[in-house]
């Protein structure tokens, strides 16, 4: 364990919190105009997702977990675990469904994805922020509906419903937002 300023915090830094492992996905400093500078974070527990806020005095010492980040080529889901190869080693590593989690909408087979480990064990999934995916099923659009704006429903290669504009059909790639699920364009 490392110790760092909260100074010294960045977005994707991993802290030790009284044995809890938790991600800073924001962080603020903040001068009152009175006492001491403080930096505000979000931190979102590794293992659990959920999100607090919490505030440090400037300067203070926290922990620092070591997280490896390594790219892995995702290979098969074998019924209990989420299989990926390590890209520089060869290795293989069995990922369970709650740390891959969301993820799963988004992987296809050999999709490279960088998988957060500490100690060896996998903590989260990082995925692209978008991902390109073949339209399963749709229902057909009208004529004269292409300059409406509507959406409808449609099912993804991976079994993920999103919502997509009218002209969209069968078969089509379309790029779509890892973090919310948006329909972000035709391929």
Do not use: C
């Amino acid at each position: 364990m490392a110790t760092v300023s909260t100074n010294d915090l960045k977005n994707g830094v991993v802290l030790d919190l009284d044995g809890q492992l938790w991600t800073v996905i924001w962080f603020q400093h903040h001068k009152p105009g009175k006492g001491n500078t403080v930096v505000r974070t979000k931190l979102k527990h590794v293992l659990t997702g959920k999100v607090v806020e919490r505030t440090f005095n400037s300067d203070t010492k926290v922990e620092s977990a070591s997280v490896d980040r390594r790219e892995m080529q995702y290979l098969y889901h074998d019924g209990e675990a989420y299989v990926f190869m390590d890209t520089d080693s060869f290795e293989q590593l069995n990922v369970s469904d709650e740390v891959v989690g969301d993820a799963k909408n988004y992987l296809l087979d050999n999709q490279v994805a960088t998988v957060a480990l500490h100690d060896g064990n996998p903590l989260f999934i990082d995925l692209p922020t978008s991902v390109e995916l073949l339209i399963t099923y749709t229902e057909p659009g009208l004529q004269g509906d292409r300059s409406t704006g509507g959406t409808k429903p449609a099912t993804v290669e991976t079994g993920l419903q999103i919502q997509v504009p009218l002209f969209i059909a069968n078969g089509e790639k379309v790029k779509v937002d890892t973090r919310d699920g948006s329909y972000l364009g035709r391929v």
